[in-house]
T-cell receptor
């Protein structure tokens, strides 16, 4: 089954404790992206990647890192999480050139205390 | 002082009625727009897109209208069904890149049986 998976689905952590949210897709998509979703603010793009070793900032990259060492994986790293990073995070992927038809993962709900 | 929350625009319709969801954009140079549907607890799902050289595009039970003069687009859903209940987002490429997407804040559609 074609899908985007994220882990963990739910996470409670404390300020400053490094964490990684994994994202994996099995559709051989070149393009992958991370979004955060907050009430009243909609979806905001954090980082995106057009292929292995090619990443770029979205609208709200501060406090986040990403890496794209393999085509299927695009982990989101919070080196020192803060409470304002409490949010619902979505990973998405698509074929390059058709980034509009993005397939979204199920989401990761993060609470930073 | 009193805090003001950011409320999601809402639209409530009766089953079988037509729904119209609106979206305004600010960049007159925008040339591509996408509509997404997000059901509760799930990631967004692509519905339909439109390019700026078109005024109208139809899909299955959905129609998107683009008015470039007033920088407005709308999503029309015919014969709305309970399964259409969701948050609907418009999105557009931003920052001069086709790979960076900016989403609107969304509209919550509730379909009453």
């Amino acid at each position: 089954e074609a899908q985007v998976t994220q882990n963990p689905r739910y996470l409670i952590t404390v300020t400053g404790k490094k964490l990684t949210v994994t994202c994996s897709q099995n559709m051989n998509h070149e393009y992958m992206s991370w979004y955060r979703q907050d009430p009243g603010l909609g979806l905001r793009q954090i980082y995106y990647s057009m292929n292995v070793e090619v990443t770029d900032k979205g609208d709200v990259p501060e406090g986040y890192k990403v890496s794209r060492k393999e085509k299927r994986n695009f982990p989101l790293i919070l080196e020192s999480p803060s409470p304002n990073q409490t949010s619902l995070y979505f990973c998405a992927s698509s074929l390059l050139g058709t980034q509009e038809t993005q397939y979204f993962g199920p989401g990761t709900r993060l609470l930073v205390l | 002082g009193e805090s003001v929350g950011l409320h999601l625009p809402t639209l409530s319709v009766q089953e079988g009625d037509n729904s119209i969801i609106n979206c305004a954009y600010s960049n007159s140079a925008s040339d591509y727009f996408i509509w997404y549907k997000q059901e509760s607890g799930k990631g967004p799902q692509f519905i339909i897109d439109i390019r700026s050289n078109m005024d109208k595009r139809q899909g299955q039970r959905v129609t998107v209208l683009l008015n470039k003069t007033v920088k407005h687009l709308s999503l029309q859903i015919a014969a709305t069904q309970p399964g259409d209940s969701a948050v609907y987002f418009c999105a557009e490429p931003s920052g001069g890149s086709n790979y960076k997407l900016t989403f609107g804040k969304g509209t919550l559609l509730t379909v009453n049986p």
